[in-house]
């Protein structure tokens, strides 16, 4: 399928090292997929749903003992330990080649490697980068179909360039023991061995398109970020687009599939979608960044996706999706999961389900400790193609993307931060972005109120020292003619009875509206310690029912709880020594100067 050398020897190693019994190149044709479906049918990798109601659906079912990321596992491999910096893992590539070469060797024994060209972005396009992805894993083929662009077109873009990342990925035996997620940003390559769940083995997502990426643009001046992208269409047709950044299960997926409550799309208001996730972002030739999502499909958390939360996430998984650890509902082979009885008025829970696990499951199922049991898993997953979504932006595929008006930052945070902030300038707005945190739930760990640094939504993405980031972003700032604004939202401060204040979800419009009219300068703003907080009379709040004192206490800021935060950021910082930029610490100190003034 290629000349290109280089492809030719990486593909060669890989088999060498891993001897599969044969090779099959991944052409991208539909005929080879659908065979490839057929084979993981006859063996139940994939389990084929209601033709009718789920046209080129499947379910998959992970390993009972691989079902999310795992950070622990994950490492960046670069030469000085200092490089990976405090936050990642590091191993010496030497020594990360011998140990985890040994697992992959002869792991492919019996089985089939396939090989897999894909594009992140447009194929073709300047702004698009090419990796060869070789598994043994027919399911991650079909998801690689639906998450990136694969084919033969894409080697044919690649030509005989070297600008390609190198994936090699063995599912192995799926030996927990055994797992291992290694990054070499300085050999363009990645390794992921005994796992099959989607975030380690769809090596384009987060591996890539991610860790690798960031180290890329740090040297190749640009930035590959966690964030969704979507544009604002108002009354007079204009669209302006923002990008935004937030740390998992803060809703990235729902603010990216945004619909506005009735008075506003009476107005005309209406948002599209062009990414959900990642952001790779340029400074165009007009001096303003463009942003690209790099991915072709969404790879969605199913629990909680209803016709509530988010219509246009569940639509997009109408068709040609894969569902991974949800539950079957065997009486119509249709999928269930948590959440989802909400998608029709009236529907009540299944009675019998067939469970992630393969079990047979009710309402009434309990654990070997009488705990209730879930049928979905909580982190089960759908994988659509971005082209199903309802929303989707005409600018999906253009090929330099989408300029921004606006970068946003937020976290979960019952107290600390307001509704919404605007950074006053560039680097405030980087120094913003570094603090962010979350606030984890009683319901996730157990733990309230914990804080979790997770600058620009990262932590677990950034491919090298985040220090470096930190100032990668500074000097990106000098790049840009015409600098974004960038601003901080937090959809979830509570009430004293711990009760979420902000409606949220569709009526977040009523945020970016006031963002974007900051951008427009069509709107004033009030001076505070942070930063710019809005009037309580310039949040829309028509049709809600919550008053401008309410809106208010949504805006405020209090010092005391502010200069905790200080100390908590101090503490963040220090872990970076000299290498944190200087600009960050003159911003850290002048916010504590505002407070105490
Ligand atoms: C994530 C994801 O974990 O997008 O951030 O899956
Ligand atoms: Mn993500």
Not at 3 to 15: G, P
Not at 54 to 77: K, M, Q, W
Not at 453 to 467: E, H, I, K, L, T
Request: charge should be negative.
């Amino acid at each position: 399928m290629t000349n290109n050398k280089q492809v030719l020897e990486f593909v060669n190693k890989s088999a060498e090292l891993c001897q599969p019994d044969k090779i099959v190149w991944i052409t991208g044709e539909e005929a080879q997929l659908e065979e490839l479906r057929k084979e993981a049918l006859s063996t139940g990798e994939l389990i084929k749903l209601n033709e009718e109601k789920l046209p080129g659906c499947y379910l998959h079912r992970s390993d009972v003992n691989d079902v999310a990321r795992v950070e622990g596992r994950t490492f960046i491999c670069c030469k000085n330990k200092e490089d990976a910096g405090p936050i990642n893992n590091w191993m010496d590539p030497q020594e990360a080649y011998s140990k985890v070469g040994e697992i992959f060797k002869g792991s492919m024994k019996g089985r089939t490697m396939y090989v897999i060209p894909y594009s992140m972005g447009a194929v073709g396009s300047t702004f698009s980068k090419v990796g060869i992805e070789v598994t043994d894993s027919i399911y991650v083929v079909v998801s690689m179909k639906i998450m990136t662009r694969i084919g033969k077109e894409v080697l044919d873009v690649l030509g005989d360039s070297n600008d390609f990342v190198r994936g090699l990925h063995s599912k192995a035996n799926l030996d927990a023991e055994k797992r291992y997620i290694l990054h070499f940003p300085e050999d363009n390559t990645i390794w992921s061995v005994n796992s099959g769940y989607g975030g380690n083995v769809l090596l384009g997502k987060k591996c890539f398109a991610l860790r690798i990426a960031s180290f890329q643009g740090k040297n190749e001046g640009w930035m590959a970020e966690h964030m969704l992208i979507l544009g604002v269409q108002k009354p007079n047709g204009e669209i302006n687009y923002v990008s935004a950044a937030f740390p998992s299960a803060c809703g990235k997926t729902n603010l990216a599939m945004l619909i506005p409550p009735a008075l506003y799309r009476e107005k005309g208001y209406k948002v599209w979608c062009v990414g959900d996730d990642i952001a790779w972002i340029r400074v165009g030739k007009d001096g303003r960044l463009w942003a690209i999502n790099p991915e072709n499909g969404f790879f969605g958390v199913a629990p909680g996706t209803n016709m509530h939360s988010n219509p246009n996430a569940l639509l997009s998984t109408k068709k040609n999706a894969i569902f991974t650890n949800v539950a079957l509902d065997e009486t119509d082979n249709t999928v269930w999961w948590e959440g989802m009885e909400k998608d029709v008025p009236g529907k009540v829970k299944p009675q019998n389900l067939i469970d992630w696990k393969g079990n047979p499951w009710t309402p009434d199922t309990v654990d070997a400790e009488g705990k209730p049991v879930k049928a979905a898993h909580p982190n089960s997953r759908f994988t659509a193609p971005a082209i199903n979504c309802p929303c989707i932006s005409s600018e999906f595929e253009a090929p330099e993307g989408v300029p921004l008006t606006a970068i946003v930052f937020g976290g979960r945070r019952a107290k600390t931060a307001p509704l919404v902030y605007e950074a006053r300038d560039w680097n405030s707005g980087v120094f913003v972005g570094s603090i962010m945190a979350s606030e984890t739930t009683a319901a996730a760990t157990g733990a309230v109120g914990v804080v979790r640094r997770d600058p620009m939504a990262m932590r677990p993405f950034v491919g090298y020292n985040m220090a470096d980031y930190f100032a990668h972003w500074i000097e990106m700032g000098k790049k840009i003619g015409k600098q974004p604004k960038i601003f901080n939202v937090n959809w979830f401060r509570t009430d004293d009875e711990g009760n979420f204040i902000w409606p949220g979800f569709g009526d977040n419009i009523r945020v970016l509206d006031w963002i974007l009219k900051r951008c427009n300068g069509e709107v004033d703003a009030r001076e505070v310690a942070i930063g710019y907080v809005p009037y309580a009379k310039d949040i829309n709040v028509e049709g809600l029912d919550i008053d401008e004192k309410v809106v208010e206490d949504l805006l405020s800021v209090d010092k005391e709880t502010w200069l905790e935060e200080v100390k908590g950021i101090k503490e963040f910082y220090a872990q970076f020594g000299d290498r944190l930029p200087k600009e960050l610490e003159v911003k850290l100190a002048e916010l504590e100067a505002n407070l105490n003034k």
